[in-house]
């Protein structure tokens, strides 16, 4: 019953930052860790970074620790990516997902997933 929209996508400059946004609808974030993947083309989908419920402890892929911070609003049922000093690596559809267990990296352990948006970074 849960929905997820992704949204905040786009095409920027290497070194610049991006917002990603993505909006639950059907239910409220409560009792589930979010969690945002990316799937470059050509590569498997890769965990990016997450954030618990019960103690919203962060938890993030050694490739981009440092440069994205992922939050959530539960009033606005909201979770975020701040995406900053962006790489042409980091081009890739983004993900948000649910999850019941905390603190997982596992694609197959999330139950809910958006739609993705793209991001684009150009060198």
């Known amino acids: 019953q849960v929905q997820l929209v992704e949204s905040g996508g786009g095409l920027v400059q290497a070194g610049g930052s991006l917002r990603l946004s993505c909006a639950a609808s059907?239910?409220?974030?409560?009792?589930?860790?979010m969690g945002w993947f990316r799937q470059a083309q050509g590569k498997e989908r890769e965990f990016v970074a997450g954030?618990?419920?019960?103690?919203?402890?962060?938890y993030y892929a050694d490739s981009i620790k440092g440069r994205f911070t992922i939050s959530r609003d539960n009033a606005k049922n909201t979770v975020y990516l701040q995406m900053n000093s962006l790489k042409p690596d980091d081009t890739a559809v983004y993900y948000c997902?649910?999850?019941?267990?905390?603190?997982?990296?596992?694609?197959?352990?999330?139950?809910?997933w958006g739609q993705g948006t793209q991001v684009t970074v150009s060198s």
């Open positions: 059907g239910r409220t974030f409560w009792g589930y860790a």
């Open positions: 997902a649910a999850s019941r267990l905390d603190g997982s990296r596992f694609a197959r352990t999330y139950d809910y």
């Open positions: 954030i618990a419920w019960r103690t919203d402890i962060t």
